[in-house]
């Protein structure tokens, strides 16, 4: 309910938004990693699901230089991802590593996970509806925030 307070407070949601079930996608996510002072969000709008082909390099450069799982949201496509990683194939081929949202379960190990289908690899082509935009959140690990100086 902090996040639904949030959004009223920023006027991002009307009032009466806090205690609803109304969805929280990747812009209003962002909002609320600067809000709570988490790490910056940077967002990418991707018109079509196709266009992911060519956001793979901006995607393997994020992760490669330290950046953190990317949050996915779109409208036709409506199931939340979050991106951990890209593997660019051979050709054409790409992967990205999934990891659903949903899961809030401690595994006891990493086998456990990707059994179950909460985290795994799959290929961009079949991965994304290519008519559904989509609004990515790259998160950065290493944003530094500015601190009061100290007394």
Known sequence: MDVQAALEDMGDKPP???????????VEASL???YFGGPQGRLCHVPRGAGLQGELERL??????????VMVGGDADAQSKALLGVCLGPGTKAFV???????????????ELQIAGWVGWREVSTTFDSKSFYNLCLTSHNSEKQLPPQD
């Open 60 to 69: 393997y450069s994020h992760f490669a230089g330290g950046g953190g799982p």
């Open 97 to 111: 590593l999934v990891l659903d949202p949903h899961c809030w379960a401690a595994p006891k190990n990493p086998t």
């Open 16 to 26: 009466g938004f806090r205690g609803s079930r109304d969805w929280i996608g990747c």
């Open 32 to 34: 609320c990693l600067e």
